[in-house]
């Protein structure tokens, strides 16, 4: 794989001259490459809203640049309306900001202001709403008569509908009740799966990251402090608790089987890991 976005010495600082002045990020340097499913992890604070807005333009950099491809996304500033069209941005709560009069013109709303004919249009929409988990018998209704999970996918089905290579998603089960999550995080691992978009989630719950991404993106005191696959990150699973980050709850039991003198891995990080050590233990006996 190669990168499709290279952050390069990125920071950006708020309330410059004044005496609020804050790096909200430091010099962070990274790559997020091609159909990889990434998740970005951090407590409040870190940097990690800052950093997201910066990779479709949202933001502009204090210094450093953003590379999509092998191009700086301010090289031309008129062209930064593009960007977002490339990487698609889906904010926390996204229902929030649903306005159209149907669901079929919330979600056509992105496509048709890229310029595309009705029939692209069309199939866009209908496609974006099936990978989003909603019936096509939605179309016609108001989105504000939706339910609030049924708004989300309606949100997400919007930036989906645009095809972007990037796909950004803000904490995207945030205020889901656990079915709903899980439904959630389903259909995102499918658009992932069958589209091979590059798909970038953050998200504070450490079992959501740990059981849907191929890599992830540790953030701290305004930077990157660790990056690794998941059994990567989660052994070292002091160093995020010193950071004042949690690990995944099976981790958390596989830490203390450890200090109780088991002979365990504790970076293990899914129900299965776990199930798979103790059974070991007992000479593969479950």
């Not at 013109?105 to 992105?110: C, H, N, S, W």
Request: charged share 25%.
């Amino acid at each position: 794989m190669k990168p499709i976005i290279r952050v390069e010495n990125l920071t950006h600082t708020y309330g410059v001259n004044t005496p609020f002045c804050r790096n909200a990020v430091d010099h962070v340097s990274m790559e997020i490459m091609e159909g990889e499913f990434l998740g970005i992890i951090g407590h409040t604070g870190s940097g990690k809203s800052t950093l997201i807005q910066h990779l479709n333009g949202l933001l502009k950099p204090t210094s450093g640049r953003i590379l999509l491809g092998e191009e700086d996304i301010w090289a031309d500033p008129k062209r930064i309306r593009n960007v977002r069209f490339r990487v698609g941005l889906v904010f926390q709560y996204p229902e929030y900001q649903l306005f159209e009069e149907t669901v079929y013109k919330d979600i056509a709303f992105g496509p048709k202001n890229m310029g595309l004919d009705e029939k692209e249009i069309d199939r866009r929409v209908r496609s974006a709403l099936a990978f989003s988990g909603l019936g096509e018998e939605l179309l016609d209704k108001s989105p504000f008569d939706l339910s609030g999970g049924q708004k989300r996918r309606v949100a997400i089905a919007g930036v989906i509908a645009m095809e972007p290579e990037v796909l950004i998603l803000d904490e995207p089960s945030a205020g889901l009740d656990p079915a709903g999550r899980q439904s959630m995080l389903e259909n995102i691992r499918n658009y992932h799966k069958e589209k091979g978009t590059t798909v970038v989630m953050v998200s504070h719950s450490m079992d959501e990251v740990a059981e849907n991404v191929d890599r992830i993106a540790v953030l701290a005191n305004a930077g990157v402090v660790m990056s690794g696959t998941p059994h990567q990150v989660f052994s070292r699973a002091q160093e995020l608790l010193d950071v004042g980050l949690n690990v995944p709850q099976v981790t958390q039991v596989a830490m203390e089987l450890k200090r109780q003198g088991l002979a365990i891995d504790p970076a293990v990080y899914t129900v299965a890991d776990l199930r798979a050590a103790l059974c070991a233990l007992r000479g593969g006996i479950a």
